[in-house]
């Protein structure tokens, strides 16, 4: 018999920590003791000094009171926007990700229907590789569908890998509607969340394989025979082609299943699926007998099989009583040759079709409404807690006894000069620990939102006005009682290094998602001096706003299937690697677009001796001149260094302190970090780019901007324009990716996916002949098979095979060391199994120098994605020969350089100097 348990209190409840009021007295007469023993020797209690410790102590416990909270009680705000669920990304945002293996392709299409209205329209599906043969001549490297069409007697071959066929299972009682909306369905859902070096080439209806099963079952007596009939029927259906099930998050939880595994792959809308489930529902090679005695044994009411056998339909004869082998790609059915009988004992029993069928029906909708209850539970719930007021903290002098004079009652006796004296230093005295208190209290209520991943803040350091004290205007003058963000920049503007440690607080959260920015910072650090931690801040930023997005899509290509234009150019129709690259690299514009179009216009001129020089201009984000240079040069690279110095001298300044040398009035000659404010004649205002004097260098001039201002104030903010788009808006940078796999050819056998005669996508038709027609007389374009020792071995151009386009003439892509860096996060960003071609290429629309690649590259690749989204296929040969031209014709750019001469006494400095065996081009 179990004991009756009884709530006892313990009897050491000391915690030794700060919770604990006895621990913090000790200690802290401890400490006084070291301290003062020799001028204070008497701690007992009635001692004032004992109080005002033990008051102190009791304040701190209940700091540590506030701190012991649970997490939600912290985090929980009575404002809307900065309550727990705005502070954290939800389980079903972070966990999820894009579709990635078959298993998660096959889930994405059986969630097709709604459950809402009962609808279950695809029973199981299944992605089949599909493999297409390729011939190379060794020699020259040509690539054609028929070896007969290659000029070699001694063809290699390889099978284009990537490429998918999707087979289906309706559910028996869709009609001919239903099954366009499926398969319009899946064209969208696959081509949504497509692989990278992936693509669907066929999507139809799985092929079925007649089976007879025969037997004879002896039902328990208290059975109801239709029940069990019904029953016997889906269980060996189920066997030959397993059904699917939806199941709600509850559910899942309930059988132990942890929260990753359960929202591990797609998120769907119709609930979850078992993976372990999905595995064992694989097309069956064979059926055996063995396994369909399990299945009618385990239906509640069978109590023996008298007899079964099974058989093929077709007439074959099956060599094996116990196994019959199934095709591949084939679902096996029952036939209407099979037959079952039943009986109670000896006595036969016959069977109501029409009481099994409702039965069925029953079976139906029970499955219905567990789809819809799984449909409807898919959210985890986050604890919202209960908010507290835990940032409030009011003066430690109320809690002292009124003999001391201090608290809201005042001198409780007789009040003399010097009594109201010694009270107003004991107030005076103790304001300090007030404060150090108050901010603990409002740092503790700030948590919410400085470990936010959607956090504002600003400041890293906080602090409050102290409330409740009698006569606080005779101890402090001109106190901020009313706005707490004021008095924060008061008493913590000085202290507060908010770019440094609202970074420190960014690495912690991006450190919970396994990322990090350390190599980056670091040269970053190089690149951009000290404006180099406003520009990572902001970079962290971005990275974990969009991080939702860019951790589930890492493994996506971009969507082609059917796009209208605006979703091909100027768009983040791109694939998920390159948005995850870009965040990763700092790149501040993702977007497919013309990146030879920049902001910077190099301007050459040639004077009547042929002599050429060059001047540069950089555009704001409205198009209108922000800088242009001061000097000529006569190298176009010697141009564009003056002009990356400009930039990089422009933003040498924080914003604080741009704020306080503005609070003061400026005059001719005064700097704004590297900004010398000039005077017109007409006393307006403007400014120039300096490179400040040194005990080296004279002051020199090297940018001007050239508009006027006629206040301090429109300068204040046209300077903090300025510096706001150089630091977070001004970019050349871009990225594209070209998948290989899409550059290959396509046959009229590729468009077999549109093989039913016509389909419904989108409101049009589409006539498969057309297309298959148009694939016909479009001419292939094949890629080369030709690499080093290319007549020895077999190279495939498209499998799981990318282009990196990059421009190499910008800032930082010019740079070798973050090149190296650049290249080394493309590679480990990229699925494993894909390997990348990486290129630093082009030069920007005007350019004078360097051959334009990169426009000719942006230009012909537009219209390739124009034309592989339409139905053109004579148009998209000719875009493909184009492209694979324009990719050929790529040249990686480097910056200039000299051979460093060891002999000759060269200082430390190694930049743009080149040295044999040790410098990488």
Same mark, same amino acid.
């Given at each position: 018999?179990?004991?009756?348990?009884?709530?006892?209190?313990?009897?050491?409840?000391?915690?030794?920590?700060?919770?604990?009021? *006895?621990?913090?007295?000790?200690?802290?007469?401890?400490?006084?003791?070291?301290?003062?023993?020799?001028?204070?020797?008497?701690?007992?209690?009635?001692?004032?000094?004992? +109080?005002?410790?033990?008051?102190?102590?009791?304040?701190?416990?209940?700091?540590?009171?506030?701190?012991?909270?649970?997490?939600?009680?912290?985090?929980?705000?009575?404002?809307?926007?900065?309550?727990?669920?705005?502070?954290?990304?939800?389980?079903?945002?972070?966990?999820?990700?894009?579709?990635?293996?078959?298993?998660?392709?096959?889930?994405?299409?059986?969630?097709?229907?709604?459950?809402?209205?009962?609808?279950?329209?695809?029973?199981?599906?299944?992605?089949?590789?599909?493999?297409?043969?390729?011939?190379?001549?060794?020699?020259?490297?040509?690539?054609?569908?028929?070896?007969?069409?290659?000029?070699?007697?001694?063809?290699?071959?390889?099978?284009?890998?990537?490429?998918?066929?999707?087979?289906?299972?309706?559910?028996?009682?869709?009609?001919?509607?239903?099954?366009?909306?499926?398969?319009?369905?899946?064209?969208?859902?696959?081509?949504?969340?497509?692989?990278?070096?992936?693509?669907?080439?066929?999507?139809?209806e799985v092929p079925t394989q007649n089976i007879a099963v025969c037997t004879r079952i002896e039902v328990e007596n208290n059975a109801d025979e239709e029940w069990v009939h019904a029953n016997v029927l889906k269980v060996i259906n189920n066997y030959l082609a397993p059904d699917i099930n939806f199941y709600s998050l509850? *559910?899942?939880?309930?059988?132990?299943?942890?929260?990753?595994?359960?929202?591990?792959?797609?998120?769907?809308?119709?609930?979850?699926?078992?993976?372990?489930?999905?595995?064992? /529902?694989?097309?069956?090679?064979?059926?055996?007998?063995?396994?369909?005695?399990?299945?009618?044994?385990?239906?509640?009411?069978?109590?023996?099989?008298?007899?079964?056998?099974?058989?093929?339909?077709?007439?074959?004869?099956?060599?094996?009583?116990?196994?019959?082998?199934?095709?591949?790609?084939?679902?096996?059915?029952?036939?209407?040759?099979?037959?079952? #009988?039943?009986?109670?004992? +000896?006595?036969?029993?016959?069977?109501?079709?029409?009481?099994?069928?409702?039965?069925?029906?029953?079976?139906?909708?029970?499955?219905?409404?567990?789809?819809?209850?799984?449909?409807?539970?898919?959210?985890?719930?986050?604890?919202?807690?209960?908010?507290?007021?835990?940032?409030?903290?009011?003066?430690?002098?109320?809690?002292?006894?009124?003999?001391?004079?201090?608290?809201?009652?005042?001198?409780?006796?007789?009040?003399?000069?010097?009594?109201?004296?010694?009270?107003?230093?004991?107030?005076?005295?103790?304001?300090?620990?007030?404060?150090?208190?108050?901010?603990?209290?409002?740092?503790?209520?700030?948590?919410?939102?400085?470990?936010?991943?959607?956090?504002?803040?600003?400041?890293?350091?906080?602090?409050?006005?102290?409330?409740?004290?009698?006569?606080?205007?005779?101890?402090?003058?001109?106190?901020?009682?009313?706005?707490?963000? *004021? @008095?924060?920049?008061?008493?913590?503007?000085?202290?507060?290094?908010?770019?440094?440690?609202?970074?420190?607080?960014?690495?912690?959260?991006?450190?919970?998602?396994?990322?990090?920015? !350390?190599?980056?910072?670091?040269?970053?650090?190089?690149?951009?001096?000290?404006?180099?931690?406003?520009?990572?801040?902001?970079?962290?930023?971005?990275? @974990?706003?969009?991080?939702?997005?860019?951790?589930?899509?890492?493994?996506?290509?971009?969507?082609?299937?059917?796009?209208?234009?605006?979703?091909?150019?100027?768009?983040?129709?791109?694939?998920?690697?390159?948005?995850?690259?870009?965040?990763?690299?700092?790149?501040?514009?993702?977007?497919?677009?013309?990146? /030879?179009?920049?902001?910077?216009?190099?301007? #050459?001129?040639?004077?009547?001796?042929?002599?050429?020089?060059? %001047?540069?201009?950089?555009k704001n984000a409205n198009g209108n001149i922000a800088l242009s240079s001061v000097n000529t040069k006569v190298l176009e690279y010697a141009a564009l260094q003056e002009m990356y110095e400009a930039v990089f001298l422009s933003i040498q300044i924080d914003m604080e302190d741009l704020e306080t040398i503005f609070e003061?009035?400026?005059?001719?000659?005064?700097?704004?970090?590297?900004?010398?404010?000039?005077?017109?004649?007409?006393?307006?205002?403007?400014?120039?780019?300096?490179?400040?004097?040194?005990?080296?260098?004279?002051?020199?001039?090297?940018?001007?901007?050239?508009?006027?201002?006629? %206040?301090?104030?429109?300068?204040?903010?046209?300077?903090?324009?300025?510096?706001?788009?150089?630091?977070?808006?001004?970019?050349?940078?871009?990225?594209?990716?070209?998948?290989?796999?899409?550059?290959?050819?396509? +046959?009229?056998?590729?468009?077999?996916?549109?093989?039913?005669?016509?389909?419904?996508?989108?409101?049009?038709?589409?006539?498969?002949?057309?297309?298959?027609?148009?694939?016909?007389?479009?001419?292939?374009?094949?890629?080369?098979?030709?690499?080093?020792?290319?007549?020895?071995?077999?190279?495939?151009?498209?499998?799981?095979?990318?282009?990196?386009?990059?421009p190499g003439y910008t800032f930082r892509f010019s740079n070798p060391d973050f090149r190296k860096y650049a290249e080394t996060v493309i590679r480990q960003e990229l699925p494993a199994h894909v390997l990348a071609k990486i290129c630093w290429v082009g030069d920007r629309q005007d350019g004078t120098e360097a051959a334009?690649?990169?426009?000719?590259?942006?230009?012909?690749?537009?219209?390739?994605?124009?034309?592989?989204?339409?139905?053109?296929?004579?148009?998209?040969?000719?875009?493909?020969?184009?492209?694979?031209?324009?990719?050929?014709?790529? !040249?990686?750019?480097?910056?200039?350089?000299?051979?460093?001469?060891?002999?000759?006494?060269?200082?430390?400095?190694?930049?743009?100097?080149?040295?044999?065996?040790?410098?990488?081009?």
């Amino acid at each position: 018999m179990l004991e009756n348990q009884h709530i006892s209190i313990p009897k050491k409840v000391e915690t030794q920590d700060d919770l604990d009021f *006895q621990f913090l007295r000790r200690t802290g007469i401890n400490y006084i003791e070291q301290l003062g023993s020799g001028l204070w020797t008497d701690f007992n209690s009635h001692d004032s000094g004992i +109080t005002i410790l033990e008051v102190l102590s009791y304040a701190i416990t209940d700091l540590g009171m506030r701190m012991d909270l649970d997490t939600a009680d912290i985090l929980a705000s009575n404002e809307a926007d900065k309550g727990i669920q705005n502070q954290f990304i939800k389980a079903s945002e972070i966990l999820p990700a894009k579709p990635l293996t078959q298993i998660d392709y096959r889930k994405l299409i059986l969630d097709i229907g709604d459950s809402s209205m009962g609808e279950k329209l695809v029973k199981n599906c299944w992605i089949m590789p599909r493999e297409q043969t390729l011939f190379v001549d060794c020699k020259t490297g040509d690539i054609a569908f028929d070896s007969t069409d290659l000029q070699t007697s001694n063809p290699q071959s390889f099978n284009v890998k990537g490429l998918y066929d999707v087979l289906i299972d309706y559910n028996d009682e869709i009609d001919d509607c239903g099954r366009s909306t499926v398969l319009s369905e899946t064209l969208n859902r696959f081509h949504d969340n497509r692989n990278l070096c992936e693509d669907l080439i066929e999507i139809k209806e799985v092929p079925t394989q007649n089976i007879a099963v025969c037997t004879r079952i002896e039902v328990e007596n208290n059975a109801d025979e239709e029940w069990v009939h019904a029953n016997v029927l889906k269980v060996i259906n189920n066997y030959l082609a397993p059904d699917i099930n939806f199941y709600s998050l509850s *559910q899942l939880l309930e059988e132990g299943y942890t929260t990753d595994t359960i929202f591990e792959g797609p998120l769907l809308d119709n609930g979850f699926i078992k993976t372990e489930e999905l595995q064992n /529902s694989e097309l069956r090679r064979e059926i055996r007998v063995s396994d369909l005695i399990k299945e009618i044994m385990s239906v509640d009411g069978v109590k023996v099989i008298n007899e079964i056998s099974i058989n093929n339909c077709d007439g074959k004869i099956n060599v094996d009583d116990w196994v019959i082998c199934v095709d591949y790609g084939k679902k096996p059915v029952l036939c209407d040759l099979s037959s079952f #009988s039943y009986s109670k004992g +000896t006595l036969p029993l016959n069977i109501n079709d029409a009481q099994v069928k409702a039965f069925q029906e029953q079976i139906r909708e029970e499955e219905a409404l567990a789809r819809e209850n799984a449909r409807l539970n898919k959210e985890l719930e986050i604890p919202l807690g209960t908010a507290f007021d835990i940032e409030n903290h009011t003066t430690i002098l109320n809690d002292l006894p009124d003999t001391y004079g201090v608290g809201e009652a005042g001198i409780i006796s007789k009040s003399t000069p010097e009594r109201e004296a010694l009270a107003k230093q004991l107030k005076g005295y103790l304001l300090f620990f007030d404060k150090m208190l108050a901010s603990y209290f409002q740092h503790l209520g700030k948590v919410k939102e400085l470990l936010s991943v959607n956090g504002s803040l600003k400041r890293t350091y906080f602090t409050q006005a102290i409330k409740g004290v009698k006569g606080f205007d005779e101890l402090v003058n001109d106190y901020e009682t009313s706005d707490d963000t *004021q @008095l924060t920049d008061t008493l913590y503007k000085a202290l507060d290094n908010s770019v440094e440690r609202r970074n420190q607080i960014l690495d912690h959260l991006i450190s919970r998602f396994s990322e990090q920015f !350390n190599e980056y910072t670091f040269l970053m650090k190089a690149l951009y001096g000290r404006a180099s931690d406003e520009i990572i801040l902001n970079n962290k930023e971005v990275f @974990l706003q969009d991080y939702k997005d860019i951790s589930a899509e890492r493994g996506l290509g971009y969507n082609y299937y059917m796009q209208p234009d605006s979703e091909l150019w100027d768009t983040s129709n791109i694939s998920g690697a390159q948005k995850r690259i870009a965040r990763l690299l700092g790149i501040q514009n993702y977007d497919r677009r013309h990146l /030879s179009d920049s902001p910077v216009v190099i301007n #050459s001129t040639t004077d009547t001796d042929g002599n050429t020089t060059y %001047t540069w201009k950089v555009k704001n984000a409205n198009g209108n001149i922000a800088l242009s240079s001061v000097n000529t040069k006569v190298l176009e690279y010697a141009a564009l260094q003056e002009m990356y110095e400009a930039v990089f001298l422009s933003i040498q300044i924080d914003m604080e302190d741009l704020e306080t040398i503005f609070e003061g009035p400026l005059a001719e000659g005064d700097y704004v970090g590297n900004l010398k404010i000039c005077v017109s004649g007409g006393g307006k205002y403007y400014f120039k780019v300096v490179k400040r004097a040194t005990a080296d260098d004279a002051e020199e001039i090297i940018a001007n901007h050239n508009n006027y201002y006629d %206040t301090q104030s429109e300068l204040k903010d046209v300077i903090r324009t300025l510096i706001n788009y150089f630091k977070f808006e001004f970019s050349e940078e871009g990225i594209f990716l070209v998948e290989h796999l899409l550059l290959k050819p396509r +046959t009229a056998l590729d468009y077999e996916l549109l093989g039913i005669g016509c389909m419904d996508v989108d409101s049009s038709f589409i006539v498969a002949s057309d297309i298959k027609t148009q694939a016909e007389e479009g001419s292939e374009e094949f890629m080369t098979s030709c690499e080093e020792d290319c007549e020895k071995d077999v190279f495939d151009p498209y499998s799981y095979r990318v282009s990196i386009v990059l421009p190499g003439y910008t800032f930082r892509f010019s740079n070798p060391d973050f090149r190296k860096y650049a290249e080394t996060v493309i590679r480990q960003e990229l699925p494993a199994h894909v390997l990348a071609k990486i290129c630093w290429v082009g030069d920007r629309q005007d350019g004078t120098e360097a051959a334009n690649d990169l426009y000719d590259f942006e230009k012909v690749y537009k219209k390739y994605l124009i034309d592989k989204s339409g139905e053109d296929l004579v148009s998209l040969a000719e875009s493909t020969r184009d492209l694979i031209t324009a990719m050929n014709n790529l !040249n990686n750019i480097y910056p200039p350089g000299r051979l460093l001469d060891c002999d000759q006494d060269d200082s430390d400095d190694l930049n743009g100097k080149i040295i044999l065996g040790q410098s990488n081009i």
